[in-house]
C-alpha cells in the first residue's frame, strides 16, 4: 500500500470560501501519478471547489464495501478532520452501497470522478440541448444509486387511500426516476430529429464537414476561434465549453467546409456521458475529417491522445480520416523536436492556435485531405434512376443539372462511392441538348 496523506500538499484555505476535498487516489500504475492527481485537482477546480489533501492506495480488487480497505477508510476520516475538509473525492466510480458506507464512517459527503464530472457539466452547460443531456446522465447516474439512501425498514407512505401495503418511497422514487427518464429521451430524440433535418438542409450547400476533436483544454476553442473568427469561451479548465459550435470556413482554392467542434474528451470520459451526448457527437460521426488537436506541450501528450483516439473508437468512427494537429508548439519546451514529430508521424502538422504559427500549413494538409473526397462526374442519368441526382446533393458537389428528354445530365464532384455507381451513365461530354 502506497499513500500520501494530507499535510505533505496543503493549500492555503483559511480565507477561502469554497468547499475543501480531500482526494482519494486508487490507480494502479505509478508512472500516471502525476497525470491523475493533476487532472483530478483541475477537476476539483473547475467545480469551484479546493484540494486541501489527498490519499492513495493501490488496490488489485476494489473492496466491495468500501472500495479501500478498511484501515486507509479510518487514515482518510482522520485526515478530514485534521484538514477541515466538507468532503472526500474518489478518482473512480463508486457503487451506491460503497458510498453510504464510506460516509457513515468518514462522516464527510463523499463523491466519486463521474459525480465531479457531471457536476462540472451542469454548471457549463448553456443550451437547451446541453442542458437535457446532462440532466439524463444525471438521472442514470442515480437511478441505480437511489438504494443506498433508503434505510432497510422503509417506512410505508400513509394517508388517505394509502393505507395498507401502499407503495415504499424507494420505488416510488424509482418510477419517478425511470419516468423523467424517459421523458428526457424523447426530448433528446427531438433534438436529434432537429440536427438530421439540419444536416439535410445541407445538401444546398454540400460541403464537407471537418469536427476538432481533442483532449479537454488541448486548445479546440482557440482553434476554433482562429478558423472561423468565432468568440467561443476559451478556458484552461477542463470542459470549459459543451455546446458545439458550427461555421463555414473557406480554403486558399476557394473551397469551403463546415467546421464543427465537440465536448473535451478525458481520461475515463464516464460511459453515460458519452452515451448522453451521443447527439452531439453524431456530428463527429458525420464528419468526413477530424481535426484531432494534441496540447503537445504537456508531458503527457500521448496519454491524452491514446484516450481521444479510444473514444473516437468506441463512438463507432475510426473509419474517418484524421490529421493530428500538435497544438501550443509555442509553449512546447523543445519545438525543433516538435517538429521532427511532424515529420515522422503520418497526416500531421504543429501549430500555435494562440499565435497563429503554422495555421498556412494546417490549412493547406486540410484542402489536400478534402480534396481526394470528391472527383468529378458527367452523366445522363435516366430519370428512374432519378434518386442517384438526389444523392450527389448529400455526396458531393453539384455543377450543373439539366432535365433532357433522354434523362437528367449532371455535373459534379462527388465521393468515390457515388462515382461508381453513377459509372454506367457517363458520357464524355455535355451535348447542346
Not at 101 to 111: A, D, P, Q, S, T
Not at 234 to 258: C, E, H, N, Q
Not at 387 to 399: F, K, S
Request: glycine residues 8%; charged residues 30%; hydrophobic residues 40%.
Amino acid at each position: 500500500m502506497n499513500s500520501r496523506m494530507p499535510g505533505e500538499k496543503l493549500k492555503k484555505t483559511q480565507e477561502d470560501s469554497r468547499e475543501k476535498f480531500l482526494l482519494v487516489f486508487v490507480n494502479e500504475d505509478q508512472n500516471e501519478d502525476d497525470v491523475v492527481e493533476g487532472e483530478l485537482e483541475g477537476l476539483v477546480d473547475a467545480a469551484g471547489g479546493v484540494v486541501v489533501g489527498s490519499a492513495r492506495q493501490r488496490v488489485d480488487r476494489p473492496y466491495k464495501g468500501t472500495y479501500i480497505g478498511s484501515g486507509k477508510v479510518e487514515e482518510v476520516r482522520d485526515a478530514c478532520a485534521e484538514v477541515q475538509a466538507d468532503g472526500v473525492i474518489f478518482d473512480c466510480e463508486l457503487s451506491g452501497i460503497q458510498i453510504r458506507n464510506l460516509e457513515e464512517i468518514i462522516g464527510k459527503r463523499v463523491l466519486d470522478r463521474t459525480q465531479l464530472i457531471l457536476d462540472i457539466f451542469a454548471a457549463r452547460a448553456r443550451t437547451r440541448e446541453g442542458q437535457l443531456q446532462v440532466e439524463l446522465a444525471q438521472y442514470t447516474y442515480r437511478l441505480p444509486r437511489l438504494m443506498s439512501v433508503y434505510t432497510k425498514f422503509e417506512r410505508q407512505r400513509g394517508g388517505i387511500g394509502m393505507r395498507g401495503p401502499g407503495e415504499t418511497k424507494l420505488e416510488s422514487d424509482r418510477r419517478m426516476v425511470r419516468d423523467r427518464i424517459a421523458r428526457l429521451k424523447q426530448d433528446i430524440e427531438g433534438v436529434k430529429r432537429h440536427r438530421d433535418v439540419q444536416r439535410e438542409g445541407r445538401k444546398d450547400q454540400p460541403y464537407p464537414v471537418v469536427a476538432i476533436v481533442g483532449y479537454t483544454s488541448a486548445g479546440k476553442s482557440t482553434l476554433m476561434n482562429r478558423l472561423a473568427a468565432t468568440d467561443v469561451l476559451v478556458d484552461a479548465m477542463p470542459f470549459a465549453t459543451l455546446d458545439p459550435t458550427t461555421r463555414l470556413i473557406d480554403l486558399p482554392d476557394g473551397d469551403r467546409f463546415f467546421l464543427s467542434d465537440t465536448v473535451g474528451f478525458i481520461r475515463k470520459l464516464p460511459t453515460l456521458l458519452v452515451a448522453a451526448f451521443r447527439a452531439t457527437l453524431e456530428e463527429l460521426i458525420y464528419s468526413d475529417l477530424l481535426l484531432h488537436v494534441v496540447d503537445v506541450s504537456t508531458p503527457e501528450w500521448e496519454m491524452q491522445l491514446d484516450a481521444v483516439l479510444e473514444t473516437i473508437e468506441s463512438l463507432k468512427a475510426g473509419d474517418i480520416p484524421v490529421l493530428t494537429v500538435f497544438n501550443k508548439i509555442d509553449a512546447a519546451e523543445n519545438p525543433a523536436e516538435v517538429r521532427r514529430l511532424v515529420s515522422e508521424w503520418q497526416d500531421s502538422v504543429a501549430i500555435s492556435a494562440l499565435t497563429g504559427e503554422g495555421i498556412p500549413d494546417l490549412m493547406a494538409r486540410i484542402q489536400g485531405m478534402l480534396s481526394g473526397r470528391l472527383g468529378r462526374v458527367k452523366v445522363l442519368v435516366p430519370y428512374d434512376k432519378a434518386q442517384l441526382v438526389e444523392r450527389a446533393y448529400d455526396y458531393g458537389r453539384v455543377i450543373t443539372k439539366d432535365y433532357r428528354e433522354d434523362g437528367i445530365y449532371l455535373e459534379a464532384d462527388v465521393v468515390a462511392e457515388l462515382r461508381g455507381k453513377l459509372e454506367p451513365y457517363r458520357i464524355a461530354e455535355a451535348s447542346s441538348g
